[in-house]
């Protein structure tokens, strides 16, 4: 994938999914991280015969680290902004897995999406490109805020970001995973108790779920299954658990997992 593959522009989409800031940063924590002894994930989806077609919408801090971390684990990634030729940085630092293009082609590539876009983009990623997710594992990493989303931000956080989330794009198999991360957390998956930081998971589809602890795994993190759609309330923006890192087990207890 030396190539870059750059798609259709979707010319209604208003949302700036990168800056050259972001990007910067996710090469740096991609950059400490590869260079760590704590990530032993080096080819390991590929090894395993898991290795997966991911198209990034929103590569930013979040989602330029992931990629780079799932790109060294195997799995083959397409980046996209509104300037994919802004990502080509981001792409020969993934090299030979990656390809940057528009949103659309991303949504077309991936076996799995991951959406690391402000909430305010949604609605306007669904009507024009949900149908291109439609059967598709799909990974919510969105976290609204007021001073950037407005009034949205009370309304999905009353109702959860994942259940908002799944009402713009229905027939995706939508996940919930990595919004209670903190950027940082990427380079350095040890937390404050010695162990690897937990990422809780929601979503209604159990496969989908076991999909998305894989590529938790992939990162280096550990993932914690909390269950349906619904709990992604329970570790949305501004909950105790919300970029707290704690380990697996301490996230169990706190979210009364058995």
């Given at each position: 994938m030396q190539q870059p593959?750059?798609?259709i522009p979707v010319s209604r989409i208003s949302w700036n999914a990168f800056t050259a800031s972001a990007l910067a940063l996710a090469l740096a924590l991609a950059l400490a991280l590869s260079s760590s002894p704590l990530f032993a994930q080096a080819g390991l989806a590929e090894q395993e015969g898991r290795a997966m077609r991911i198209g990034i919408i929103g590569s930013g801090t979040m989602g330029g680290a992931i990629g780079l971390l799932w790109a060294e684990a195997g799995h083959?990634?397409?980046?996209?902004?509104?300037?994919?030729?802004?990502l080509m940085d981001l792409v020969q630092s993934a090299a030979p897995r990656a390809s940057a293009g528009y949103a659309d082609a991303a949504a077309y590539f991936?076996?799995?999406?991951l959406l690391a876009v402000p909430p305010g983009a949604i609605p306007q990623i669904g009507e024009d490109i949900g149908h291109l997710m439609q059967g598709k594992v799909v990974i919510d990493l969105t976290n609204p805020r007021a001073d950037r989303d407005g009034p949205l931000t009370d309304e999905w956080l009353e109702m959860g970001t994942g259940l908002?989330?799944?009402?713009?794009?229905?027939?995706?198999?939508?996940?919930?995973?990595?919004?209670?991360?903190?950027?940082?957390m990427l380079a350095n998956p040890i937390g404050r108790s010695g162990e690897k930081i937990g990422v809780p998971i929601a979503g209604d589809?159990?496969?989908?779920?076991?999909?998305?602890?894989?590529?938790?795994?992939?990162?280096?993190?550990?993932?914690?299954?909390?269950?349906?759609?619904?709990?992604a309330k329970e570790f949305d923006r501004g909950s105790p658990v919300w970029v707290s890192g704690q380990s697996a087990a301490q996230l169990r207890e706190a979210l009364n997992l058995r």
């Amino acid at each position: 994938m030396q190539q870059p593959i750059v798609g259709i522009p979707v010319s209604r989409i208003s949302w700036n999914a990168f800056t050259a800031s972001a990007l910067a940063l996710a090469l740096a924590l991609a950059l400490a991280l590869s260079s760590s002894p704590l990530f032993a994930q080096a080819g390991l989806a590929e090894q395993e015969g898991r290795a997966m077609r991911i198209g990034i919408i929103g590569s930013g801090t979040m989602g330029g680290a992931i990629g780079l971390l799932w790109a060294e684990a195997g799995h083959e990634i397409l980046f996209s902004s509104r300037n994919p030729d802004e990502l080509m940085d981001l792409v020969q630092s993934a090299a030979p897995r990656a390809s940057a293009g528009y949103a659309d082609a991303a949504a077309y590539f991936g076996d799995v999406i991951l959406l690391a876009v402000p909430p305010g983009a949604i609605p306007q990623i669904g009507e024009d490109i949900g149908h291109l997710m439609q059967g598709k594992v799909v990974i919510d990493l969105t976290n609204p805020r007021a001073d950037r989303d407005g009034p949205l931000t009370d309304e999905w956080l009353e109702m959860g970001t994942g259940l908002a989330m799944a009402q713009y794009l229905p027939g995706a198999r939508l996940v919930k995973a990595f919004n209670s991360l903190g950027a940082r957390m990427l380079a350095n998956p040890i937390g404050r108790s010695g162990e690897k930081i937990g990422v809780p998971i929601a979503g209604d589809d159990a496969e989908a779920r076991d999909i998305v602890a894989d590529l938790v795994r992939d990162t280096g993190l550990e993932p914690v299954m909390v269950g349906r759609l619904e709990r992604a309330k329970e570790f949305d923006r501004g909950s105790p658990v919300w970029v707290s890192g704690q380990s697996a087990a301490q996230l169990r207890e706190a979210l009364n997992l058995r």
